[in-house]
């Protein structure tokens, strides 16, 4: 059998997680025991959460230590097998990290049918990323019908889909992305009403414009200047949800706060945080919810799979902060 | 009779409320029509909020025009009456701003007894003051009986009754507060569990020391630096409540955020915000109750008196941005 190549967390980045940061390893592949299987990765998700997750202290979840493997959402195909529930051939989500090959005990891990969805589907719209976008939107946001909903990284996979939900419930849904063609797709292929382009500058007022009742809910996954200029516009009772803030994770500077985070007091609006894990005993009915959406076209997956295998994780990961990819990023393994 | 002196609000501060600001004015003191009565104005409330009315834009409540009396929440005598409500002698709180001598129709004026408690606390702690502690800390703070509570400008007319609600409410209660004085009052006097001076610095180890279980609820009065020290010690769930910002009223630079606001998303927290007109409905049980509670002596009320006459407001406005005060600042007129 040939090596197991993984990318491993050498050093905690300052800023942007360069090259240097990271080990690449090979060792032998893992032999399963009894009750586990062996799984060769298809496709590694990539994610904004990643750079919290290499920064030290006290989070939603520990960070990934120096020398570890470093996490990573996953497809897979099980290619030996001593669990009944994951036979050979079966694909598999699973945790398993930024590896070519993984043993896993199932624990934590779901049977995927690729006859339903593209694989890297499971990865996006169709799994940890819908699941956050849907209970960030539902549960925190409460949007209602006829809501206006404004979402940030529009073109993003989570915003992509947040969007694309927040339409279904009802609501005018308002972009914001970087650039035209970003803006493009999420109009004409995802069916935003409007999408604004941040880079185009005055966003004030291309809120005013496109949401000229206010905004309902924001579901922000970006923070700084585009999230001070969303705040002033809250509506009466509004809620922001927070599900990231991608523009800060590698800021020199550290974290920038919101200026305008009074807004809040003025519209008797709310800010709100949430993890997705922790809704873990609902990802079946989401997960069900969102195939049928999927199924009947009314949730599209904007998937850019990038080639390259486990070596090209460390670039394809910059390729996220610098706003590169449309819809889910996912490395093809 | 004599005449009516005023303060009116002349332009529009930068920063600090200076001298400058205000016009001082007499008029002939005016004439209760059918219907109406003329009041005396006693006290005069000085609330960190009225910086807020100060600026031109969009808020929960119109600015103070160029030229108006500044607007000020007052206890005062009626001394002429055409309305059988408000018969001569009565004590009265109502709105009718930075002057000696108003008319009223009644409208939002409520009668007090000068019996039951002193005049000014019917501007503090069973006033105005009182009802943004209630509905802050119990509608959006929603405490539970073990929580740790947090409250910033704990020596300050707002902090100061917040804290003992929330020690009534059966909860552990921290104050932030500036300087080893005021701190003194807020554990001796008011009853709190600890107080910690942010001008002695180390308020992140102060926190860990006195809200070892973390943070439930904070309620932030100040913003700044102060709310960029609590943000990282709040407990999974937790609720922080704004009601001001008073460190960030006056800034130079504009408003600063909370740079530790992915705090909220970690710990699955929110940050609201209020207006306590909203539960203009609700004044009266609320009231009810804390006097209730001030008869007991379970509420105490901290009142500070200045005297002076409506032409010292604009020197004891300054107090209170610099933090001069302790517990309810208000002018004698």
Redesign the interface.
């Known amino acids: 059998m040939t090596d197991n190549t993984q990318v491993r967390l050498a050093q905690r980045p300052k800023g942007l997680p360069t090259d240097d940061v990271w080990d690449v390893t090979t060792e032998p592949v893992p032999e399963p025991g009894e009750g586990e299987f062996l799984l060769r990765t298809e496709y590694v998700s990539l994610d904004p959460a990643m750079r919290g997750w290499m920064n030290e202290g006290?989070?939603?979840i520990p960070p990934v230590g120096l020398g570890e493997v470093m996490r990573a959402g996953v497809v897979g195909e099980v290619v030996t097998s001593r669990n009944e529930r994951f036979p050979v051939g079966a694909h598999v989500v699973a945790m398993t990290g930024v590896q070519e090959y993984a043993v896993s005990d199932g624990k934590g891990v779901q049977v995927v049918d690729p006859d339903r969805a593209p694989l890297p589907t499971y990865l996006g719209a169709l799994g940890m990323t819908g699941l956050t976008a849907y209970f960030g939107l539902l549960d925190v946001g409460e949007p209602k019908e006829g809501d206006t909903v404004v979402v940030s990284g529009a073109a993003g996979a989570t915003g992509s889909v947040v969007g694309q939900i927040a339409k279904i419930k009802g609501c005018r849904v308002v972009g914001i992305a970087g650039g035209e063609e970003k803006c493009r797709t999420v109009v004409e292929e995802l069916g935003f009403d409007a999408c604004l382009d941040y880079k185009a500058g005055d966003l004030a007022a291309g809120l005013k414009r496109e949401a000229p009742d206010r905004v309902d809910v924001y579901f922000d996954n970006v923070?700084g200047d585009v999230l001070?200029a969303v705040l002033p516009r809250l509506a009466l009772g509004a809620r922001v949800v927070?599900?990231?803030?991608i523009s800060?994770y590698n800021a020199d500077g550290?974290?920038?706060?919101?200026?305008?985070?009074?807004?809040?007091?003025?519209?008797?609006?709310?800010?709100?945080?949430?993890?997705v894990f922790?809704y873990s005993s609902r990802y079946g009915e989401a997960l069900q919810e969102m195939a049928g959406w999927f199924a009947d076209g009314r949730l599209v997956s904007q998937d850019t799979v990038v080639e390259g295998g486990v070596r090209a994780f460390p670039s394809t990961l910059l390729k996220l902060f610098r706003g590169e990819n449309t819809g889910k990023l996912v490395l093809a393994v």
Chains 1, 2 share one sequence.
């Open positions: 006290r989070s939603y923070g001070d927070l599900c990231g803030a800060q550290g974290m920038r706060g919101p200026a305008n985070y009074m807004s809040l007091l003025v519209n008797r609006a709310r800010m709100q945080g949430f993890v922790d």
